[in-house]
């Protein structure tokens, strides 16, 4: 049973707005959320992440929010550039950090 | 910068065959991690290691093996392929409460 969801499969958005990319998860026990970007041919490659005891976090044009309570999170990213075009993935994991789980990704595409 | 490496990136080959899968690590990283991706599909673990000696099966079962000798160096084996082995394997290592850092992959077509 899949414990982190990403409903949204693509999104395609004009340069110099705001993409927002969202992702559900159903464990009440997960405690660290992170962002993945990847590049096709590439591996993911960590985009940011967030604790259980916060609920924003950011760095530069790419803001994550939490809400623990609807057990959602998002990644704002602000302004968006054609070089964000990648997909990207949510993943979770508990306390310990030993295993992460990860949604089936959403593919942005910024448009110049 | 990340400096973990798969190898080969792209492998097609007949059913049947026994395959290597090789992934090594130069962080030292005691935690590595093989993912099975289908294209559209979330990164399924299918095996992890917290250290030398130590493996452990994923949540997603698999018919391959692994066995992690060196802290560098994380294999995966398939004894004989079959066409549903036909998928994307990318590995990865963390250490501590940090991110994961993924290889390349390897892109492995089973005929």
């Known amino acids: 049973d899949q414990q982190v969801k990403q409903n949204s499969p693509s999104l395609s958005v004009q340069e110099g707005r705001i993409s927002i990319l969202n992702c559900d998860y159903t464990?009440?026990?997960?405690?660290?959320f992170l962002w993945y970007k990847k590049y096709p041919a590439e591996g993911p490659t960590f985009l940011i992440s967030i604790s259980s005891i916060k609920d924003k976090n950011e760095d530069g044009r790419f803001t994550v929010f939490l809400n623990k309570s609807a057990k959602h999170l998002s990644l704002h990213i602000v302004p968006s550039q054609p070089g964000d075009s990648a997909v990207y993935f949510c993943a979770a994991s508990g306390s310990g950090f030993n295993k992460f789980y990860f949604g089936s990704g959403t593919k942005l595409n910024v448009k110049p | 910068e990340a400096d973990i490496y798969q190898t080969p990136r792209y492998l097609v080959i007949g059913t049947g065959k026994k395959i290597t899968l090789e992934c090594s690590q130069t962080?030292?990283?005691?935690?590595m991690y093989w993912y099975q991706q289908d294209p559209g599909m979330e990164l399924h673990l299918i095996h992890y290691s917290y250290g030398v000696n130590s493996t452990e099966k994923g949540d997603l079962s698999s018919e391959s093996t692994v066995s992690r000798i060196r802290t560098e160096h994380f294999p995966l084996t398939l004894e004989s392929a079959r066409p549903s082995h036909t998928s994307q394997y990318l590995c990865?290592?963390?250490?501590?409460?940090?991110?994961?850092?993924f290889g390349d992959g390897t892109r492995l077509s089973i005929l």
């Open positions: 990865a290592s963390s250490e501590g409460d940090q991110p994961q850092h």
């Open positions: 962080m030292g990283h005691d935690k």
């Open positions: 464990n009440s026990m997960f405690d660290y």
